[in-house]
Each structure stands twice: as structure tokens, then as C-alpha cells.
């Protein structure tokens, strides 16, 4: 079954379109947060500054370095039981549990490592082939952006 549009994240990427499903039921804040800043324009242009080979790839530093977050305040931990396996996004933080304010990460495959110390809040469900695509580095050299990003509704 599909998610409702409210709980659909559209990416148009450098690379294409990724389709995000928000899972409100285990990170309410953080689907909250996600949406707040997408339809804000936040994401729009911003790159993916950390993209690493077999990892992940993370976004939503606004200065591109992994150095920055939104002007909103830092967020407290949702962690949850969801599994970090391929496709799934989860929220970048410091070594503060309670710091996650924009950045966030998605998988490329299984980092079950960061299973309930990273808050967990979508999973892809179409264009991950998109995501593969990305440019890898850290940094990454002439990055690949987040060119639009809004809900479906």
C-alpha cells in the first residue's frame, strides 16, 4: 500500500527523483521536522557532502561540510526499533544523542551498527537506483545536490 501524500517526501535530485515514505508512528518529531523544512525550500540546492561507498549518503548542511543545521532547535532523540538496512533514512547527529536538527542520512546498505542510536524516520520506496548514482567522497568533489524537495501533499 502506498503512504498518504502527507507522508511522502519527493526528492528531484541531480540524479532523480527519490520517493521517501515518513514514518510518523516511530519518529513524530523528526517526520515533523523533515516536512517543516522541505516545504520551507531548506533542502532545495543543498548538497550530499558525505557519501560513502557500501554506507551511506548525508545531506542537509547548509554550508555543505556537515558543519550546519537549520535555524530551528536541535531535536531529542527518537530512536527506535526500525533496522538501518538499504533504503532507509535516518537523522545524522554529534555525539550528543539530543543533536539532530537537519542533516540526515540514507542507506545504501545494512549499517544495523547504528540500530537504536540514530533516529530512524523514512524509508525509500522509489529512485533508490537514484540514489546509488551519487557522486562518492568525503568530501565529495562537485557533489550531487537535492536540486527540490517537498511532500506529496
Known amino acids: 500500500m502506498a503512504p498518504s501524500p502527507e507522508n511522502t517526501l519527493i526528492l528531484d535530485t541531480t540524479k532523480g527523483k527519490v520517493v521517501i515514505e515518513l514514518l510518523p508512528e516511530l519518529a513524530p ?3 515533523a521536522r523533515i516536512k517543516e523544512l522541505a516545504s520551507s525550500g531548506f533542502y532545495d540546492g543543498i548538497v550530499f557532502h558525505r557519501v560513502i561507498d557500501g554506507f551511506m549518503a548525508q545531506v542537509g548542511c547548509p554550508h555543505g561540510t556537515g558543519t550546519g543545521g537549520s535555524d530551528l532547535p536541535d531535536l531529542k532523540q527518537e530512536f527506535n526499533a526500525e533496522p538501518h538496512v538499504r533504503g ?13 536538527n537537519s542533516q540526515f ?9 547504528l540500530d537504536k542510536q ?6 525509500v520506496i522509489e529512485g533508490m537506483e537514484n540514489v546509488d548514482k551519487l557522486k562518492r567522497g568525503e568530501p565529495v568533489r562537485d557533489p550531487d545536490s537535492i536540486v527540490t524537495a517537498r511532500v506529496g501533499a
Open 29 to 31: 518529531n523528526h517526520v
Open 88 to 100: 532507509i533514512c535516518s537523522m545524522a547527529r554529534t555525539q550528543n544523542p539530543n543533536s539532530a
Open 105 to 113: 542520512f540514507i542507506c545504501f546498505s545494512d549499517a544495523r551498527f
Open 118 to 123: 540514530y533516529t530512524v524516520w523514512g524509508r
